[in-house]
C-alpha cells in the first residue's frame, strides 16, 4: 500500500493544462458582447396585482428588496396563485429627476383581488420581447440569487395605445 504519493508528478501537467485552457477561455470571452434575440410577440391579456410608486434609480435595488416580499406575502397568506413570474411595469422614466414610475407585480388569474395590492389589468398587445443568453449575464446574475444562471432573461414590453391606458 502507498501511503505517500507526488501529487505534483502525477497530476502536475493535467492541472496546468487545465488552467491554461481555463484562461484562454476567460480572456476570450470578456470581451464579447451580450447575446441576444429581439422577436414581436403577441403578449396575452395579463392581471398582475402589485405596488406602484415613483422610484429614484439609486434607490430602486432597495425599493425591490423591500416591495417584492410585501407582494409575495400578500399572495401566499391569501393562498393565490401566481401565472407567471414576478415582474416590474415601468410606466415612465423622468431623466431629469432619474426617477421611474413603476409597479412591482406578480401576474394572477382574470379578476383576482387581493387587499392592499392594486390591480392592473394589461390588455392583449403586440409586444417586444428580448432574450439575454450567455455568459455576459453572469455579472448582472450574481446580484440577483432569485434569477437562475442555466436560463435565458427574458423581458418583454408591451407598447400600449392611449385608448388602452
Not at 53 to 81: R, Y
Not at 98 to 116: C, E, H, Y
Amino acid at each position: 500500500m502507498l501511503l505517500f504519493q507526488d501529487f505534483e508528478a502525477v497530476l502536475g501537467k493535467d492541472y496546468d493544462r487545465g488552467l491554461e485552457l481555463l484562461k484562454q477561455f476567460a480572456e476570450a470571452k470578456s470581451g464579447a458582447k451580450p447575446e441576444y434575440i429581439i422577436q414581436e410577440i403577441e403578449f396575452p391579456a395579463t392581471r398582475y396585482l402589485g405596488k406602484r410608486s415613483i422610484v429614484a434609480m439609486a434607490d430602486m435595488g432597495t425599493h425591490f428588496q423591500q416591495v417584492m416580499p410585501e407582494v409575495g406575502a400578500a399572495f401566499a397568506d391569501t393562498k393565490t396563485a401566481m401565472t407567471d413570474d414576478p415582474a416590474g411595469l415601468y410606466y415612465t422614466w423622468d431623466e431629469a429627476n432619474q426617477q421611474s414610475d413603476l409597479a412591482i407585480v406578480i401576474p394572477a388569474a382574470p379578476g383576482t383581488t387581493i387587499d392592499g395590492l392594486t390591480a392592473i389589468d394589461i390588455p392583449a398587445s403586440k409586444a417586444l420581447m428580448i432574450v439575454y443568453t450567455g455568459h455576459t449575464m453572469v455579472p448582472y446574475l450574481h446580484t440577483k440569487p432569485w434569477m437562475p444562471t442555466s436560463k435565458p432573461i427574458i423581458w418583454k414590453w408591451a407598447t400600449l395605445s392611449s385608448k388602452n391606458t
